[in-house]
C-alpha cells in the first residue's frame, strides 16, 4: 500500500489567498485525521471523520477553517482567507476504527503564509 | 481533560548505548492506550510501540520497550543499543478507550553521537 498520501508537500501563499490541502487515506481505513504542527502549540488534533462524517471539530481554530471528506478515499483541509499565523505543517492520518491504536502518518503539507 | 507531558525537551546519547525517554499523563479513565511516535527529519509520524493501560506487562519491539507504571502515570520508552537512525523526535501520546482521538505531549529530540 502507498500509505497516506497529501498534497501538495510544500505551500507557499500570501496572506488573504484560499489554501486547499488534499489526503487520501488508505484504502479500506474508515477514520480519517487532520493535525497541525507548530513549534508552539505541538500537534494538534483539528478534526476526524469516521465513515466519511465529521466526528469531531473542536479543534478546528476559527471559520476560515473547514475541512470535507466527500468519499472514503478523499479529504480536504481548507483555510480561506489565510494568514501569517497559519504557518504549520498540516498532517492527515488514516486508522481501521476497528482496531486499537495505531494511526498512518502522511507525510505532511508545510504551509508557509505570508 | 487528559494532558501528556514530557518534561525534557533535548536529550542525547552515545551510539550503542541506553536511552530513557519520560512521559507523564493525567487522566481519571481507567481504559486507555498510550503510545510513542517517532518523528525524524524527513517528518513522517510513525508508530514505534503502543501499551494497553490493561496489560500490566511492559510492552517490547526489538531494542524499543517501556516502563510502564500506571499508580505513578508514567510511561516511558527505553531504547537500548542506540542507532544513528533512531535521532528523532519522540511524541508520547494518549488515547481513552472508545475514543479515537490522540493527545500528544509537546515531544522530544533525540540525539545519538557516534
Known amino acids: 500500500d502507498a500509505g497516506v498520501i497529501q498534497s501538495p508537500r510544500h505551500e507557499v501563499t500570501e496572506m488573504g489567498q484560499e489554501v486547499t490541502l488534499r489526503c487520501k487515506p488508505i484504502?479500506?481505513?474508515?477514520?480519517l485525521f487532520w493535525y497541525r504542527q507548530t513549534m508552539m502549540r505541538g500537534l494538534e488534533l483539528l478534526i476526524y471523520?469516521?465513515?466519511?462524517?465529521?466526528?469531531?471539530d473542536s479543534g478546528m481554530p476559527e471559520d476560515r477553517f473547514s475541512a470535507k471528506m466527500p468519499n472514503a478515499s478523499f479529504s480536504t483541509l481548507k483555510i480561506q482567507p489565510s494568514e501569517p499565523r497559519d504557518s504549520a505543517v498540516y498532517f492527515c492520518a488514516s486508522s481501521l476504527r476497528e482496531e486499537v491504536g495505531e494511526q498512518y502518518f502522511g507525510p505532511g503539507t508545510r504551509l508557509t503564509v505570508t | 481533560a487528559q494532558t501528556v507531558t514530557q518534561s525534557q525537551p533535548e536529550m542525547s546519547v552515545q551510539e550503542a548505548e541506553t536511552v530513557t525517554l519520560s512521559c507523564t499523563y493525567d487522566?481519571?479513565?481507567?481504559?486507555?492506550?498510550l503510545f510513542w511516535y517517532k518523528q525524524p527529519p524527513s517528518r513522517q509520524m510513525i508508530l514505534v510501540i503502543r501499551q494497553e493501560a490493561y496489560k500490566q506487562q511492559n510492552a517490547t519491539e526489538n531494542r524499543f520497550s517501556v516502563n510502564f507504571q500506571k499508580a505513578a502515570k508514567s510511561f516511558s520508552l527505553k531504547i537500548s543499543d542506540s542507532q544513528l537512525g533512531d535521532a528523532a523526535m519522540y511524541f508520547c501520546?494518549?488515547?481513552?478507550?472508545?475514543?479515537?482521538?490522540?493527545?500528544f505531549g509537546k515531544g522530544m529530540k533525540l540525539t545519538v553521537n557516534p
Open positions: 501520546a494518549y488515547r481513552r478507550g472508545g475514543s479515537e482521538k490522540l493527545v
Open positions: 471523520f469516521n465513515n466519511n462524517v465529521p466526528i469531531d
Open positions: 487522566t481519571s479513565e481507567s481504559d486507555y492506550y
Open positions: 484504502s479500506g481505513h474508515n477514520s
